[in-house]
C-alpha cells in the first residue's frame, strides 16, 4: 500500500492566488513526521515545513502552511500569494514510528505552473 | 557552509562496470541515506545509516552497496549496474533518523 499518495500530477495556479496541493498518508504509528519539499527545475531538494502528528496547530512558514487532519489522514500544503518562483515539483513526505523513523517515505509529487 | 556534497553530477557508464556515487556531508550528522528519483514515482530510498558501521536497507537496495566507514562519508556502490538503475539519485543527511533532511544537489546517472 502506498504511504504517500499526491493525486495532483500537475496543477496550475494564478500569480498571487491560493493553491493547495493534496497529500493523503497511510501510517497505524501514532508518532510520525510529515515534510513537504520543493523541487526547482534546477534539480535540488528544499525543505518546506514540517508537521508533527503530535502538533496540535498546524505548521506555518512564511507563506506555506500545512492543513493537517489527522483523522482523514490529509496533509496539505497551502501556498497563499502564488509567485512565479513557486513552479516547481513539490514532495509529501513522511517517517513513521516504524523502523525507529529512519525510512522515509515519499509520494510521487505534484508539479505547480504558476502562471503570469 | 553547511552542505551535503554529491559526485559525480552526471554519469553515463555502460552495463556491468561497476561506480560509485560519493556523498559528504559536514554537519556532524548522524543520519544518511540514498534515494532514486524517477518518474511518477517520486523518491523512494534506497538505503540509510544511523551511524558509523550501522546501515539498512529502505525500500529498494537491490543492486546497491553502501558502506559507512567515517561519519561524513557514506557512498553508494552499484557493482554491476544495469539500464533500470538509471536514475537520479539523491544523497540526504540529518542530526538524527527523524529530523529533516539535507539533500546533495543530485546525480543524474544514465547506464547504457
Redesign the interface.
Given at each position: 500500500a502506498q504511504k504517500?499518495t499526491?493525486t495532483q500530477?500537475g496543477m496550475f495556479v494564478q500569480e498571487k492566488e491560493a493553491v493547495t496541493l493534496d497529500c493523503t498518508y497511510d501510517t497505524s504509528d501514532p508518532s510520525y513526521?510529515l515534510?513537504w519539499?520543493k523541487q526547482p527545475s534546477s534539480?535540488?531538494?528544499i525543505?518546506l515545513i514540517?508537521q508533527g502528528s503530535y502538533d496540535q496547530q498546524n505548521a506555518t512558514e512564511g507563506r506555506y502552511s500545512l492543513n493537517f487532519q489527522k483523522a482523514r489522514k490529509s496533509a496539505n500544503l497551502v501556498i497563499s500569494a502564488s509567485q512565479l518562483g513557486d513552479s516547481a515539483m513539490y514532495?509529501c513526505?513522511m517517517?513513521d514510528q516504524k523502523?525507529?523513523?529512519?525510512?522515509?517515505?515519499?509520494?510521487?509529487?505534484t508539479k505547480l505552473n504558476v502562471k503570469p | 557552509e553547511a552542505q551535503v556534497t554529491q559526485n559525480p553530477r552526471y554519469l553515463i557508464t555502460v552495463t556491468g562496470k561497476k561506480l560509485t556515487v560519493t556523498c559528504s556531508q559536514n554537519m556532524n550528522h548522524e543520519?544518511m541515506?540514498w534515494?532514486r528519483q524517477d518518474p511518477?514515482?517520486?523518491?523512494?530510498?534506497i538505503y540509510?545509516s544511523?551511524n558509523v558501521e550501522v546501515t539498512?536497507k529502505?525500500?529498494v537496495p537491490e543492486g546497491y552497496k553502501v558502506s559507512r566507514k567515517e561519519k561524513r562519508n557514506f557512498p553508494l556502490i552499484l557493482e554491476s549496474p544495469s539500464p533500470n538503475q538509471t536514475s537520479?539519485y539523491?544523497c540526504?543527511s540529518s542530526l538524527?533518523?527523524?529530523e529533516?533532511?539535507?539533500?546533495g544537489?543530485?546525480t543524474q546517472l544514465s547506464v547504457l
Amino acid at each position: 500500500a502506498q504511504k504517500i499518495t499526491q493525486t495532483q500530477p500537475g496543477m496550475f495556479v494564478q500569480e498571487k492566488e491560493a493553491v493547495t496541493l493534496d497529500c493523503t498518508y497511510d501510517t497505524s504509528d501514532p508518532s510520525y513526521g510529515l515534510f513537504w519539499y520543493k523541487q526547482p527545475s534546477s534539480g535540488e531538494m528544499i525543505f518546506l515545513i514540517y508537521q508533527g502528528s503530535y502538533d496540535q496547530q498546524n505548521a506555518t512558514e512564511g507563506r506555506y502552511s500545512l492543513n493537517f487532519q489527522k483523522a482523514r489522514k490529509s496533509a496539505n500544503l497551502v501556498i497563499s500569494a502564488s509567485q512565479l518562483g513557486d513552479s516547481a515539483m513539490y514532495f509529501c513526505a513522511m517517517r513513521d514510528q516504524k523502523y525507529n523513523f529512519n525510512k522515509f517515505y515519499f509520494g510521487s509529487g505534484t508539479k505547480l505552473n504558476v502562471k503570469p | 557552509e553547511a552542505q551535503v556534497t554529491q559526485n559525480p553530477r552526471y554519469l553515463i557508464t555502460v552495463t556491468g562496470k561497476k561506480l560509485t556515487v560519493t556523498c559528504s556531508q559536514n554537519m556532524n550528522h548522524e543520519y544518511m541515506s540514498w534515494y532514486r528519483q524517477d518518474p511518477g514515482l517520486g523518491l523512494r530510498q534506497i538505503y540509510y545509516s544511523m551511524n558509523v558501521e550501522v546501515t539498512d536497507k529502505g525500500d529498494v537496495p537491490e543492486g546497491y552497496k553502501v558502506s559507512r566507514k567515517e561519519k561524513r562519508n557514506f557512498p553508494l556502490i552499484l557493482e554491476s549496474p544495469s539500464p533500470n538503475q538509471t536514475s537520479l539519485y539523491f544523497c540526504a543527511s540529518s542530526l538524527s533518523g527523524g529530523e529533516k533532511l539535507f539533500f546533495g544537489s543530485g546525480t543524474q546517472l544514465s547506464v547504457l
